[in-house]
């Protein structure tokens, strides 16, 4: 299996513009969170969803930030209007969440830059 | 609130043991998980603790107490390739995960 693929890898974008960022999981996994990694606040989970439905949203920061799963193989993460402290490396993970503690297996990140 | 605490920063030599300790609080607990996270790179997952005791993979073992909220992860034969930030991380319910700040942990030779 590729694992957890994410794109895009870097976004450099302008304080006010549009970020989608998108996610596919490992085939079979149910479970996909998003987190988001700065050096201030550490690694954070935004949301994560199990077969598709949102569980739990209440780290999404604020109303900018939004999240879908149309389907169990494709997941975004949208910013708008973006600002300059979105900036962050946002991760994406799926589990298979058929047991306690079931491994998250991480995605390689995107690295978003908002000036 | 809910919070793990955790070292920021740990040094050890090549071929020493070393101990990271993590203390939480959370209003859920199911157990605690250790990842693995090098320079630029994505976390991977160590190991998980759903009940009291130690657990041991290889080189690495991690240790759960309940009643004391408070787990660590001990690495043994250190490598430079352990150079790397470890990160406590609880089940809080729902496979809801919450993450510690991290600790750095410089290995030298």
């Known amino acids: 299996d590729a694992g957890v693929i994410q794109s895009p890898r870097h976004e450099v974008t302008e304080m006010g513009q549009e970020v989608t960022l998108r996610c596919k999981p490992i085939?079979?996994?149910?479970?996909l969170f998003w987190y988001r990694q700065t050096m201030m606040r550490g690694l954070e989970l935004l949301i994560y969803?199990?077969?598709?439905?949102?569980?739990?949203d209440s780290g999404m920061p604020e109303d900018r930030f939004s999240a879908k799963m149309p389907n169990a193989s494709f997941s975004t993460l949208k910013i708008q209007p973006s600002e300059p402290r979105d900036s962050a490396v946002y991760f994406c993970?799926?589990?298979?969440?058929?047991?306690?503690?079931?491994?998250?297996?991480f995605g390689p990140g995107t690295r978003l830059t908002v000036l | 609130g809910q919070s793990l605490e955790q070292p920021s920063e740990v040094t050890a030599v090549e071929g020493a043991i070393v101990q990271i300790n993590c203390t939480y609080q959370?209003?859920?607990?199911?157990?605690l998980s250790w990842y693995q996270q090098h320079d630029g790179g994505a976390p991977t997952f160590l190991s998980y603790?759903?009940?009291?005791g130690l657990e041991e993979t290889g080189r690495f073992s991690s240790f759960l107490s309940r009643s004391d909220s408070y787990g660590y992860l001990l690495l043994q034969e250190l490598q430079m390739k352990d150079s790397a930030s470890y990160f406590c991380?609880?089940?809080?319910?729902?496979?809801?995960?919450?993450f510690g700040a991290g600790t750095r942990l410089f290995v030298k030779a």
């Open positions: 991380a609880a089940d809080t319910g729902g496979f809801k995960t919450i």
């Open positions: 993970a799926s589990s298979p969440g058929t047991i306690r503690g079931d491994t998250q297996y």
């Open positions: 085939s079979g996994h149910d479970y």
């Open positions: 959370t209003s859920g607990f199911y157990g």
């Open positions: 969803f199990n077969n598709n439905v949102p569980i739990d």
């Open positions: 603790n759903g009940l009291d």
